[in-house]
């Protein structure tokens, strides 16, 4: 077997150096394609963590970064991106075997889209410029009848300070860069922690950032699980914590920052909604469908996994789905044709597994897959799962699987639709497919949901619109005009005129 590129890293990247951790800890990394260990990754531990805090708050509080210009920044982040660029083929590799990621994925947001986002923040951080506001004449308070002030002012916009960056497993470079670009390119120093499950496609950018060169302190890269990502949330030196990942460890992170006063940008799961009209291309809406919700097997937080198709079409809808995913290939992203590869870990498979037997309990009809595909005798593999007559009430349409398990539940009005789209606790994503695009429109607007995207949006990762959740599934927003809005403090300075 050949050795995966990064896997013989052994340290943790603090304070400009790969540093042995405290804790002295390791753990084995599996490819959850072969199950065969490809690393053994250190561990932190909490002094590993209090280090890695004190690094970025001394280079915030006296280092360079936060007090060179935008433009010295941007340019330190465009080397970043060369550097990113030079290592293509060996980060792909790792991508592949850590993750499970397709060649797919690696095309587009895997690897693509960390470029993207690099570029993006460049290009908004160039574009920020002090605000002058309102000229105001404010009546004189000894002598109300006498001269007033003329005055004005302008707003600055600050970097928070030391931001704690804490990313989920299925994307681990694009969302540790997601919150790498923004808040580096304003002036903040990041801790970041990324997933036990994929440590090293993010301590790999120690040696992405000592090309760049990047000044000690500004990114410091630890790994661990919750008590590390605890420590984050609640020690007083850490000012934003920038969290990526599930709504149950999202209420974590938000109770423990509370007791700071920090503020939480979170990110968090979603079990979205496809709408499928009446007028809709029936062949086409089940292709996008399936290969939407079996994309990565099923692990996106944006995947559209309801399916609130209208009745007098569902019949053709699931035969059609059923046509599709008869013709996926799910097997070792390795291979080049492969659709869906595999969960990240037993434990995944098996909750796909319990989604599966709870759907049949619940009354909902299996009409494809539900089993470990019988072909691949290793890897945490689960076949794409469809039922149909799903009940959205029930757990199969309420809650996130994390996995390739889809639902179809009928409705016979546009308002019906928008009502069940609705009725859930998340927030994040949703779609609709119509030939009416105006009425599309018009009941995108109606969904609550921090994205709509009629007839497959602009078909990838959209970096001009903004991202984030409604209701549970996330606080504030990423992408979009405003993405550098979340990693800076905005600051009024007021002076007299004239
Ligand atoms: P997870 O919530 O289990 O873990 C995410 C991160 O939080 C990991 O680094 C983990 O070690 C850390 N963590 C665990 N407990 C913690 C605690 N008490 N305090 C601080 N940190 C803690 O998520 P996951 O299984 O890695 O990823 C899947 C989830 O992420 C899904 O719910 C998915 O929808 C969500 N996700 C959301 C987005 C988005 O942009 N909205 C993107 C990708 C994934």
Redesign the pocket.
Known sequence: MSVIPYTDIQSLYINGRYQKPLSNAFEKVDNPATEEVIGHAPVAGLDDARTAIAAAREAFDHGPWPRMTMKERCAAMLRFRDALLRHEQDIRSLLLAEVGSTHLLLNGPQFGGVIQAIERCVELAERIRPEPTDVVVTPSIIDPSGAGTLGGGVTMSDPYGVVAG??????PLL?SMTKIAPALVVGNCLVL?????TPFSTLMLGKIADEAGLPPGVLNIIT???EV??L??TDPRVDLVS????????K??AA?SAQTLKQVHL????KSALIVREDADVFSAAALASYGFTVHAG????ILSRFIVHNSIRKDFVEAMRTVLANIKVGNPAEFDTVVGPLISAAAREKAEYFTDRGQTDGAKLVFGGRRPAHLERGYFFEPTLFDDVDNRSMLAQQ?V?GPVGAVIGYDDDDQAVALANASAYG?SGGIQSRDKVRAFEMAKQLRTGDVRINGGTGGLYLPGP???YKQ??VGR?FGPQWLDTYMLKKSIQYPVG
Do not use: H
Request: negative net charge; charged residues 10%; aromatic residues 12%.
């Open positions: 804490i990313s989920p497993y299925n994307f969302v922690k990324p997933s036990p499950f661990g699980g919750a990502g605890g984050l949330c969290f990526t990942g599930s709504d149950a460890v999202g974590a992170v423990a990110e968090l799961g979603g692990q996106g937080c944006a996130e994390f994040l991202f984030g959740g599934s996330g990423e």
